[in-house]
């Protein structure tokens, strides 16, 4: 459902990209007219100062939301299928970032590893399988942010699509999706994703929020990032749609 064609994929210091005009302009602008109220949201202050609707959070409302919501119901549902998977490895792939996985989208992974426990019932712990989900994203204007971090040893890739409608937001208030580097070498390798305070780092690059665009990247040990406080208006809104692929254990 939506276009990974033009992703422009960056491999320092961990696979990064942006990818423009992901959806048509006609299902972009319902799906961003048509996006969640916050009053539907769940206050998550343990990562920075944002708001969260998805499965874990305020499940009900979550899924009350998609079964009232035909066009957000459709995507959730191609988000759950093992299309969208190939889809992300195919475009990750075809941009020098094979990650192994391109076989498991069939479902082949499963059947693969209950074998492997039939060998040698030692390897339970084997039994994994590939999962994806979505989740509706919100920061406040004035000083929404999301501390330095790596993300969860469980996520495999994570996709951050932007949900602003054109002229909705404005630039000065900042909400780009920060590339950052740890100032003591200590803190370079997170693979348990610990979060560090932005005194704590340097930043690279900054990935502008702007409509219609989805950042993708690669979980690794040092895939740090982070969005920085906004300077913007008490009523402006960053919205985002979070896309995780993760890696599940039975």
């Not at 076989?103 to 499963?110: K, N």
């Not at 920061?139 to 993300?151: A, E, K, L, V």
């Not at 969860?152 to 900042?174: F, N, Y």
Request: net charge positive; proline share 6%.
């Amino acid at each position: 459902m939506f276009d990974l064609s033009g992703l422009q994929l960056r491999y320092e210091p961990y696979p990064i990209g942006l990818a423009k005009n992901i959806f048509p302009p006609d299902l972009y602008a319902e799906l961003a007219a048509s996006y969640p109220p916050v009053s539907e949201f769940r206050y998550m202050p343990n990562l920075g100062r944002k708001y969260s609707l998805a499965e874990a959070n305020n499940g009900r409302n979550y899924h009350r939301f998609l079964a009232s919501t035909p066009v957000w119901k459709k995507f959730h549902d191609w988000v759950k299928s093992r299309d969208f998977l190939a889809t992300i490895f195919r475009a990750l792939s075809d941009k020098g970032v094979p990650l192994g996985l391109e076989h498991h989208a069939s479902g082949s992974l499963i059947t693969r590893q209950i074998g492997k426990y039939y060998e040698n019932r030692s390897l339970t712990s084997q039994l994994s399988y590939l999962n994806s989900r979505f989740e509706f994203s919100m920061m406040p204007g004035d000083g929404g942010y999301i501390n330095p971090h790596t993300d969860a040893p469980h996520k495999l890739i994570t996709l951050v699509v932007s949900m602003c409608r054109e002229g909705e937001w404005d630039q000065a208030a900042g909400g780009g999706t920060a590339i950052v580097h740890p100032k003591d070498p200590k803190n370079y390798f997170n693979w348990n994703n610990r979060n560090l305070a932005f005194d704590d780092v340097d930043i690279s690059t900054t990935w502008e929020f702007l409509p219609n665009q989805c950042i993708i990247f690669v979980k690794t040990f040092n895939s740090w990032h982070a969005v920085e406080p906004m300077r913007g208006g008490a009523d402006a809104l960053r919205k985002t749609l979070t896309i995780n692929i993760e890696r599940k254990w039975l």
